[in-house]
Each structure stands twice: as structure tokens, then as C-alpha cells.
């Protein structure tokens, strides 16, 4: 049993593999947080569910480390829940109201407010093999008046005891998503946020807690990661009285609703989780979550062509067959044609928004370009940007009213583009049946959904419709409404999340996407930091990697194809050069190397994943997955340059069997046999000389 009411005590327990997390009904009242961490026998703790009292300026303590309260009284913490009334009072006092267990693995803790008839349940599901909890809340009117919902928060998590706590997160920006992030908290609170309308590439919505003094293989570590795609908001927040609250779900920045009279809402869940196997432990019981629980299909990459760097708008039938052509020959399985196929999409200034094949560029239509990619062997892929139009468009001139717009503001144009409002019911039924269309008509195995930029001017033209701070939560409803009901019509397509690079990753999306563009930065040494902040929370099997060209188009910065291939094959493979200029020995390399992938893939897309060493803080980066059975194993390692005389660099492997043997390819046709504990403990030299270096090492079990 994964949950345990101990009624003498008034304690729940939820127990995971390697993990107990304890709270309570104390004497007042209160639904108090007692422990979460490596294993303890709940019924000894007792003695920790009291209420505490320290001076008339503050709230009880224990208060501050309530499961789940609303905002009143004396709670001057981060709140969960805010509402008003009907008739005005917005003070809530939630009391206990009993518990439900619709399941081994669920637990659900009622609360009602003391005068009010508004009921909240805080529901808990648990994943005991991955030590993981999934929290969320539904919040229910059962007034016969409308209640205004100012902030509900999917879960409050509590770290306690701690002798310093160490916030772990990342920020950004377009280009140069995910860049990790570490600083000590005190007393005060830290905001991680969207407030884009898009989980966004500034920040993430995932933390992580520790003592300061985890690391890749030990130590204690709390985490969390939200699933939601729009306007976001987690904080940290350390009390004066030493421990630390990490309340995240929906930003209640411009976000409150009406709950009308019998209606009820239910927040993005929250999932959190502890390990005492410090960063590493955290990341891949994240990732096994992930292909468990969270991701919509369990198919593994194909390799893709993608077009854009290669074309960007300049594409045509005849251009696109050349590449086609080009790429079947280096074994990639599926050919996508990015922007500039539809409408008058001659650049970003219009055509968005119109989604038909543009005759002049396709004078016999896409089918053509479908057959020769087919017959070639490879699917047919397409991008698409159903939530955004330009101003120059048939769709604009047709439905002005469509797009977000204060009536007596100037829209901001960003990328020459203005956005739907998905929040309407007309254009959620616009995106969903173009779409429909789409992938009717044509054979089109792939889609990659963009959104290039972020909501402006959250209103609508006419003032009755929705209510309107509603429209930042709807959005995203019918966005997630709309991924589903495409994915139930058309079952075989895949399906891509970007928003110019990584700007839309988050666990709500990846319910419903196969796999993430997780940056437009396609410089492999660029990539290894943000794949690395990606692989912290996300799975390498959804992140999508391509080898573009060299120098890059971006920094200048020239790169072996070898290290480009290393570094995207770390993830899903993809290729996004244009390849008719590439010479027969890149022709050939790039083919060994695809040939190379599909063999290993099985062990990227199932295995556990390894940093063994960071540039962030090294001249090298090594990272290892050990494939799902342990019989095979695959180490990229990567030098960025050297310091002459400096000691000999060894990689010491990790997740391995100590006793087995292992035979290890460090070139083709060049093995040695050494022992799990040989090559965990002292390890396998690096042998990497001069600037820009790659290897890719495979290890397979012999005995
Ligand atoms: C975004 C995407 C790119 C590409 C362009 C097309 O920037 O992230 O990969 O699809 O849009 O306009």
C-alpha cells in the first residue's frame, strides 16, 4: 500500500520505493505537513504534528507548512487559494472535511470553507518506483452565487530542516533555452514565472531543493515540475522560521475567473519528488516518469530532415525534392518541410494564417512532393503555426476580430504577427478543422506546431464573450483540447512542441507531443549546455537535436561533422543542413553516422542517462546512457580545448554492473575488455587532444 491513514496518530503516510512523505490533521485543525524524505516509520513522528504559536505578528507556524490553505485569517505566506465572495468578503477559512481513497495509489483531502459553500479537493497520486507524487486540486461553487477565483495553486511543497537550501532552476532566453541556474535562498521569496501566455524560454516550470551540497551521483534532492502551458508561476519561499515552500501551479498574474454556481475548476498538476541519489537520480526518475506516465506514445524518434535552415522561406517543389533526394541517401526516415509552403509565405511579413499549399511554389500541388519523399522511402512531415496570423493575410482581412486586442490599443506586432484568440470557441473550431483538413487530405505522418511569439494585448475586440482575464487559462484548455482531439482523430501522426526553438516544454504539452524543439540554436557546442539544462527535467528520448552546417550561422564557429553528429545524437536525431551542397565525404560520413544512431538509439530513447562531466564547469562534457537491460551502454564525450601538461583526463563511467564485464568500442574495430567496477572507479582515459573534440565510446556486456 502505497497510502496509510494512521487514525490513533491522524497521520497520512505516502510511501514510494525509496521515500516518505507525512502530514496530518493537528489538534487545530490545521492539514500540517510533517516530513518528506528518505524512509522513516510514520507512527514516530507524531510528536511533529502540533500546532507552534510564536507572537501576535505572525501566523502559526504550522500554518506555514499547510498543505493546502486559502488566503485569510493570518496566512501571510505565498497563498494557494484566494477568492471573493459574492458578497464581498475575501477571507477564506478552509477546515478540514474528511479524505477519500478512490484507489491504492490516491488520496484525496477535502476541505470546505467554515461559511461558505465552496469545497476544494486536494488530490495526490503516487508513483512509488519513481518516488514521485502528482498533486493537483479541484476547487468546486457549490453557492447559488458566482465566486471569484483571484489565485488557486496546484500544490504547496514543503522542505524543511535544511541548514541552507539550494534553489536549482533554469533560465533563458530565445536561442539559449535552459541554462541552469543555482543560488541559496534566504528569507523572502524567489519567482520563477511566464507571464507570455507560453510556458516560455525564460524560465522553466520545474525546481529543485537541496542542502547545497548534491551533486551528480548523492545527495538530497526535492523537485518539482508543473504541468502547464501558459502564464506560470512557482515560488520558493523561505520563512523566518527556517523552512521552505514551494507553491507553483497557474499564475494568478491577471488571471482571476468566475466559478459560477455549481461549477467547479481543476488546476495543471504539480508533480514532485524526492531522491536521495542527488542530480542525477532526480533527472532519470523524471524521465522514467515521463515514458511511463506522461509522454502520449512510447514509438521511438525517427530521424528527420527538416528543410529551414536549408530554405527558410525559399522553398519550392523542385528545391524540396533535391533535398529529399539527398537526405534518403543518409537513411533518414522522415523528410519535413518547415515554414514558407502555405498561403503567400515569402517571408514573415505574410501568409500566416492561410493554410493552403501556395500554388506557385507547388504548381501541381504538395501530393507530388509527398509521392517522391514516399517513394524515396521516408514520411512526409509539415510545420505548422495555427495560433498565430499576420496582419497580411486572407485569414486577418476575413476575421479582424479573431486576434487578441484591447479595441482602443495598437496590437504589438512581433515577427510581423498578431495571435488567435484560442480562447474563443469559433477559432478553436477554425484551428481544429483546418487542421483536420490538413491531415486528411494529405499523407502526412508529422507535424511540428510553432508559436513565435508571446501573447500581447490579452483582450477581445468585442466587450461581451468571455469574461476577460479567463482568456490566459482557456488558451491553453483549448490548445491541449484541440492536441487531443487531432491525436484521437489521427492516431499515426506525431506530434512536435516548439515556440520558436523551446519556448513550449513543459509536462502539460508533453501529454500530447511525441517529441520537443527544444532551441533554434543549432551550434553544437552551444547545444551541449542547453541539451544538458533540458535533460535535467525532460527526457533525451523527446528532445530534438540537428546537425546543421560550419561554420554555424549563428556564432561562426566552425565544428567537425563528427562533433555536430555527437552532440544530436544525444537525443532525437535530426538534420537540418543544406545537404545539395555537401561534399561526397560529408555524404558518406553523415550516412555512417546516421547508420551508427540506429543502432544505438534503442539504448538513447529507453536508457538511463549519465552526466559525467559539465562544461559548464570543465574544458569537457561526457555524458553516458546505460540501456534499459544493462547490456549496452554509450558514452559522448566532447573537449572544447586544453591546457598542455595538464593531467591525463579519465571519465569515470557510471550505472554499470561492477562485477560484469564490459567490452568497450572506443574506435571501429578497437576494443578492450574491462571490468563495471574497473571502469566506474578508475575509469576509461579521454584521449581527446586540440580544440572542438568528440568521441563517441560503446560499451557492451560480455559475460
Ligand atoms: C521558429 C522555429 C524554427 C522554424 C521557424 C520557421 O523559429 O523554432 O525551427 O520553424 O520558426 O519560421
Known sequence: MSICYLKEQNLFEIRTHRSTYLFGINERGTV????????????????RLKPRHHSSFDAAIDQETEEFGGWGGTHFAEPVLRATFSDGVRDLKMVYDGFGQPGDRELVIRLKDAHYALRVEVHYRVIPEFDLIERYVQVYN????????????????????????????????????????????????????????????????????????????????????????????????????????????????????????????????????????????????????????????????????????????????????????????????????????????????????????????????????????????????????????????????????????????????????????????????????????????????????DMNRTVTEPGTMSAEGLEGRSVWIRHVENLYEIWAELRRRFPDVEFETCAGGGGRIDLGILRFADQAWISDNTDARDRLTIQEGFGYVYSPSVMMCWVTESPHGFNGRSLPLSFRFHSAMMGGLGIGADITGWSEEEMEEAARWVAVYKEIRPTIMQGDLYRLESMRNTNAAAYQYVGQDGQEAVVFAFLHSQHFGSEERRLRLQGLDPNAVYEVESAPGATVQRHGSTLMNLGIPLTLQGDYKSRLIRLKRVD
Open 32 to 47: 500540517q505537513h510533517v516530513y518528506w524524505g528518505s524512509p522513516v516509520e510514520a507512527s514516530e513522528c507524531a510528536d
Open 142 to 449: 457549490d453557492e447559488t452565487q458566482p465566486v471569484k477565483i483571484e489565485q488557486i495553486m496546484s500544490a504547496v511543497w514543503s522542505v524543511q530542516a535544511l541548514p541552507e537550501y539550494r534553489l536549482t532552476h533554469v533560465t533563458g532566453r530565445w536561442a539559449a533555452e535552459f541554462q541552469l541556474r543555482s543560488e541559496t535562498l534566504s528569507e523572502g521569496k524567489k519567482t520563477l514565472e511566464s507571464r507570455r501566455g507560453f510556458t516560455g524560454p525564460h524560465a522553466n516550470p520545474w525546481f529543485a531543493i537541496d542542502n547545497g551540497k548534491a551533486d551528480e551521483t548523492s545527495g538530497q534532492v526535492w523537485f518539482g515540475a508543473l504541468g502547464w502551458s501558459g502564464n506560470w508561476k512557482i515560488v520558493a519561499e523561505k520563512t523566518t522560521f527556517g523552512h521552505v515552500r514551494v507553491v507553483g501551479g497557474v499564475n494568478d498574474f491577471d488571471s482571476s475567473f468566475v466559478l459560477d454556481p455549481g461549477s467547479s475548476f481543476t488546476t495543471p498538476v504539480f508533480t514532485g519528488g524526492y531522491t536521495s541519489e542527488g542530480f542525477g537520480g532526480m533527472s532519470r526518475n523524471l524521465h522514467r516518469y515521463q515514458a511511463e506516465y506522461v509522454l502520449p506514445s512510447s514509438r521511438p524518434r525517427k530521424v528527420l530532415y527538416n528543410s529551414w535552415e536549408a530554405t527558410y522561406f525559399d522553398v519550392t517543389a523542385e528545391g524540396q525534392k533535391a533535398l529529399a533526394r539527398r537526405a534518403a541517401r543518409l537513411g533518414v526516415e522522415r523528410f519535413v518541410v518547415d515554414d514558407g509552403w502555405f498561403g503567400a509565405r515569402n517571408s514573415d511579413r505574410a501568409g500566416l494564417g492561410d493554410w493552403y499549399v501556395n500554388p506557385e511554389k507547388f504548381p501541381n500541388g504538395l501530393q507530388e512532393l509527398i509521392d517522391e519523399v514516399k517513394g524515396l522511402g521516408m514520411e512526409f512531415g509539415l510545420w505548422v503555426e495555427p495560433e498565430s496570423v499576420n496582419p497580411d493575410s486572407e485569414l486577418f482581412r476575413k476575421h479582424p476580430e479573431w486576434v487578441y486586442h484591447f479595441p482602443t490599443r495598437e496590437g504589438t506586432l512581433l515577427r510581423n504577427q498578431l495571435l488567435l484568440n484560442l480562447a474563443l470557441p469559433e477559432v478553436k473550431a477554425f484551428v481544429l478543422d483546418f487542421m483536420t483538413e490538413l491531415l486528411s487530405r494529405y499523407e502526412i505522418s508529422f507535424i511540428k506546431w
